[in-house]
């Protein structure tokens, strides 16, 4: 029997969680990422951020995201406290793509295939660790506030509410399978915080429906920054750079064209039409009819 579109999706939601091998090999470079920087810099703590922990992470892509709570005086540049960072990190690991890319240190293990981003900060409000706040590095210089317990805790009362029954990190899964597999470079912590924010309030979760909702939502707003829903922090920026932004924005409008006519063509009947558009939608990973 054919698979229907609400189908071929609940397989490709299945698919795109992170196996438990992968999970090991994390819990694993954790420990050598924080030795490493705790032998070379002095730490207040590390607080893992990203989505693999908090359960929006994509299987293959595991973007795992740590901020160092580094002790003393902020330097004037962040440029300063990122090469700290990957000073220390690329003298630990010598055969490992170290890279700069704001607001982080990526650490490139297996390949690529696990990636690690190490961001710094400076803690500039204390009080219980769901409202702490720290400076980290901008999109493209200077500093912005970050409160990152704070804002994972929002998804996860989002993704929580009765009508949306674990949506929210579903249909953030969903925009990070599609930015992975069409190598779209926009900010993966965006596009969970903006998802959760769309979705806020909503009657239902339909992943035809909301992830084309979703896109064109992105689309019409040009992937404007936003105001921290917590209201804890500064803006979220979708891009790093200009140039970035215009290659996302030129993908996002061939992603949301491709979504609107997989949602057509699945209320008019016509599954087969859905299923290649949603498959060339998510990079040719959809699964087949």
Not at 16 to 45: D, F, G
Not at 78 to 95: C, E, G, Q, Y
Request: with cysteine; hydrophobic share 40%.
């Amino acid at each position: 029997m054919a698979l229907s579109v609400a189908q071929g999706f609940s397989i490709f939601l299945d698919r795109l969680i992170p196996l438990q091998s992968q999970r090991t090999a994390t819990a694993r470079h954790r420990a050598s990422v924080e030795r490493s920087l705790l032998n070379a810099l002095s730490v207040n703590l590390f607080r893992e951020t990203g989505s693999f922990t908090h359960g929006t992470g994509v299987r293959n892509h595991a973007d795992v995201d740590l901020l160092v709570s580094l002790k003393g005086a902020r330097p004037g540049s962040s440029d300063t406290a990122l090469s700290w960072v990957r000073s220390a990190l690329a003298a630990s690991f010598p055969t490992t793509v170290v890279r700069t890319s704001r607001p982080a240190v990526v650490i490139e293990f297996a390949n690529g295939d696990e990636t690690w981003e190490v961001i710094p900060g400076f803690i500039t409000s204390r009080g219980p660790s769901d409202v702490s706040v720290y400076d980290i590095p901008g999109p493209s210089t200077g500093w912005i506030d970050s409160a990152p317990a704070a804002h994972l805790k929002y998804v996860t009362e989002v993704n929580a509410e009765p009508k949306i029954s674990g949506g929210a990190k579903k249909l953030a899964r969903l925009a990070k399978a599609w930015k992975y597999y069409n190598n779209v470079p926009i900010s993966s912590f965006y596009l969970e915080m903006r998802a959760a924010k769309y979705l806020s309030g909503d009657s239902l979760f339909d992943p035809i429906m909301d992830i084309c909702l979703y896109l064109e939502y992105l689309k019409n707003i040009g992937l404007a920054s936003m105001q921290d829903p917590k209201g804890a922090s500064g803006k979220v920026y979708a891009c790093s750079t200009t140039t970035k932004a215009e290659d996302a924005l030129s993908k996002l409008s061939t992603a949301a064209t491709r979504a609107r006519k997989a949602l057509n063509a699945t209320n008019s009947g016509d599954a087969d039409t859905a299923f290649r558009n949603l498959d060339l939608l998510f990079g040719g990973k959809f699964p087949a009819r």
